[in-house]
């Protein structure tokens, strides 16, 4: 699985800068700046006007939520993925998805268990809120970790605009079902023949207290960019607390419902991959430990963190359940 380790030092010039310009803006938000504007900075656009996509993203509201940790590489975060309807390379993502990814025009329809049902534009989406900077850490299944400095939306936020009924115990989301192109979804899998056999388009499935809960982001961006095509343009769940697979990329529906979601690697391998999906040291996947994880540019591994760290905002909505049934 150690297909590339790019270091920092080793990044393009360009990239680097950019970088450098990053972080240097993060630490003058840091001091003084951020206090003098308060936590939260004015909205980019007033809900029902739609507006231009901005590349950079401009100025994002600081979060409480994130991690000081070191962040990973715009290099690392674009290089090393994991989005299958491209392949199932490490690298595949970034070789076919920026020239095969349309996400202009992008909409989101919302059905369901809501009042407010509809199709609703991408910048519609977005134009109503305030986008926040979250520095989480994303662990994967497979035993990998990173540090993204994502860009985005609480996700709650946007449910409670389209108002779910009483009986929305659950919500369910799906990535775009286009074979043109996703070549995984085309009858050779594009090359990749196993692909072929699996039921698109891509579903993630959140509990509704989970979806509600603060660290759920529905995010536009990285670095302070749009959402690059390999990592989930133009919008992506992250669930910071939950193995990488529940961050479903690229999302065209929000669905609420009644029941619980099946969501696509637990219908592939349902004793590998539950719903919940929680990552936790003490239960081994079948055929690899979660004890310890590698940090992507990192030579040692490091312990996994119960919840990845997350376990003060969201331990509660787990209490009374047994983690080892409920994987
Ligand atoms: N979403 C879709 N639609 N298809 C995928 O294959 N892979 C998941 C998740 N979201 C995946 C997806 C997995 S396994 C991980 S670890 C993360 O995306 C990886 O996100 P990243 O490539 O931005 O690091």
């Not at 739609?50 to 993203?57: I, Q, S, T, V």
């Not at 994002?60 to 990973?72: H, I, V, W």
């Not at 329809?109 to 926040?132: M, N, R, Y």
């Not at 990192?298 to 080892?324: P, W």
Request: glycine share 8%; hydrophobic share 35%; charged share 25%.
């Amino acid at each position: 699985m150690w297909i590339r380790q790019t270091r920092g030092w080793s990044l393009p010039e360009s990239q680097v800068t950019d970088e450098r310009i990053y972080r240097g803006r993060r630490r003058f938000l840091q001091g003084g700046a951020a206090l003098a504007l308060g936590t939260t900075l004015a909205p980019r656009a007033v809900f029902g006007k739609p507006m231009a996509r901005l590349d950079p993203l401009g100025e994002l509201a600081e979060s409480r939520f994130s991690t000081d940790e070191d962040l990973n590489s715009y290099e690392q975060i674009t290089s090393y993925n994991n989005f299958y309807e491209f392949g199932t390379g490490k690298e595949d993502p970034a070789a076919r998805a920026p020239a095969l990814l349309q996400t202009e025009p992008w909409s989101v329809e919302i059905s369901g268990e809501v009042e407010k049902p509809g199709k609703v534009g991408f910048e519609d989406l977005l134009g109503a809120h305030t986008l926040e900077e979250r520095i989480y850490r994303l662990r994967c299944v497979e035993a990998w970790s990173m540090v993204v400095p994502w860009a985005g939306i609480p996700l709650a936020e946007v449910i409670k605009r389209f108002q779910p009924t009483s009986r929305a115990k659950y919500v369910r989301f799906e990535t775009l079902h286009d074979p043109e192109q996703m070549p995984a979804q085309r009858d050779d899998g594009g090359g990749f023949s196993w692909l072929a056999s699996l039921e698109w388009p891509y579903v993630e499935g959140l509990r509704m207290d989970e979806a509600m809960n603060p660290l759920a982001l529905l995010a536009v961006g990285l670095y302070g960019k749009e959402m690059p095509a390999q990592n989930g343009a133009p919008i992506r769940l992250v669930v910071p607390w939950k193995y990488g697979f529940k961050s479903i990329k690229s999302i065209v529906r929000i669905h609420f419902q009644e029941e619980q979601p099946v969501n696509t690697w637990n219908k592939i391998a349902p004793n590998e991959y539950g719903f919940y999906a929680n990552v936790n040291p003490k239960v081994d996947h079948p055929r690899w430990s979660q004890a310890r994880e590698r940090r992507i540019g990192d030579f040692f591994k490091r312990d996994t963190l119960m919840f990845n760290g997350y376990g003060e905002q969201i331990a509660h909505l787990y209490k009374g359940m047994d983690l080892k049934k409920h994987f």
